[in-house]
């Protein structure tokens, strides 16, 4: 169990618990997603000629750390040794003439926006997930943010930085240093208000606080507070 399985399995779950997390804006609309969906990038080898796999799998009610574990692990070995569905239909277009290639995304942009776009090539596209996630602090660089984009449905992309020492005080003034991963999150502000993004932050924070609260049922509901 490695700091990414435990702060992915808090983001998670908090998206269970908090509804308006999974919210999408398509098409001038706003809809939510019927069920939890985590992706992310897993590089084949370490090294520059490498292609990237892609892991995306669906976060239960019922899952647990060890089951959500279970669930990330095959999605890496799956991501490292077979090919998915949207990226073989993506290798087949970039095959077709130039003018042909135009025309089709075209026709797939339009279909995306209706909602009618084909599970062979959405069907695990990270940009249609719930979340997506890059884990930058496992090859050793600082946490970042990145953009939202135009192609699928993501309302929330979450960038986990390498370790570093940061400076806390408390109420007295008195500074201590400790380790943190910092966690760089862009979000879809049309989806929810701020008040209800602050408590998804704060109950986030509770389980991570409370590793133990994650060997529960990702629907049980979890006791926090938003500080004011």
Partial sequence: ????????????????????????????????????????????????????????????????????????????????HETDTSTGAMDLVNKLPHWLVVKIVKFVLWLDKHGWAPQALIGTDPNHASV????????????????????????????LGKKCWKKEYDASGEGRCREVIPLGITLDERIADGYYYSGTVALVKELLAHPELLEMPASEPVEYSIKK
Avoid: Q
Avoid at 64 to 75: R, V
Avoid at 132 to 159: D, K, R
């Fill in 1 to 80: 169990y490695t700091f990414f399985h435990l702060i992915s399995a808090a983001i998670g779950k908090a998206f269970i618990l908090r509804p308006k997390m999974n919210r999408f804006v398509c098409n001038h609309k706003i809809y939510e997603r019927n069920k939890v969906t985590v992706a992310f990038t897993v590089k084949k080898h370490f090294d520059d000629k490498s292609e990237e796999g892609l892991a995306f799998f669906e976060y239960k009610p019922e899952d647990t750390i060890d089951t959500y574990h279970e669930k990330i692990m095959k999605a890496i070995h799956v991501a490292r």
């Fill in 132 to 159: 997506f996630l890059s884990n930058l602090g496992s090859i050793g660089l600082e946490c970042g943010y990145h953009h939202l984009v135009n192609w699928g449905t993501n309302s929330c992309f979450i960038v």
